[in-house]
């Protein structure tokens, strides 16, 4: 079955910046979603940025757009988040998580997606 593992979680001052990323294995993802959500303490997990593997239409939150970028690395099947920019309220638990490709509207949804990593911290301190 897939398996995701996130890295590159940890704390910085707000202003810095931090990339994640997630390595997946299983199986190839020619057609899949990737997606990365977050939960914070006390909050409702939220979508943060999606990208299909094939194409590379990316897809991000109002929060984060201009801030944060999803990316591919095909060869190495794992996804990057590039965060800049953080803010205090970037801290959360993120997750990455994968999905069969379909509409459009659906990546943002994180009932969608069978796939998840165990998530990495991160933690923007003010």
């Known amino acids: 079955q897939v398996q995701l593992v996130e890295s590159g979680g940890g704390l910085v001052q707000a202003g810095g910046s931090l990339r994640l990323s997630c390595a997946a294995s299983?199986?190839?993802?020619?057609?899949?979603?990737m997606g990365w959500f977050r939960q914070a303490p006390g909050k409702e997990r939220e979508f943060v940025a999606a990208i299909f593997w094939s194409g590379g239409n990316t897809y991000y939150a109002d929060s984060v757009k201009g801030r944060f970028t999803i990316s591919r690395d095909n060869a190495k099947n794992t996804v990057s988040l590039q965060m800049n920019r953080l803010k205090p309220e970037d801290t959360a638990v993120y997750y990455c998580?994968?999905?069969?490709?379909?509409?459009?509207?659906?990546?943002?949804?994180?009932?969608?997606?069978?796939?998840w990593g165990q998530g990495t911290q991160v933690t923007v301190s003010s």
């Open positions: 299983g199986r190839t993802f020619s057609n899949y979603v």
């Open positions: 998580a994968a999905q069969i490709a379909q509409l459009a509207y659906k990546v943002v949804r994180d009932r969608e997606y069978p796939y």
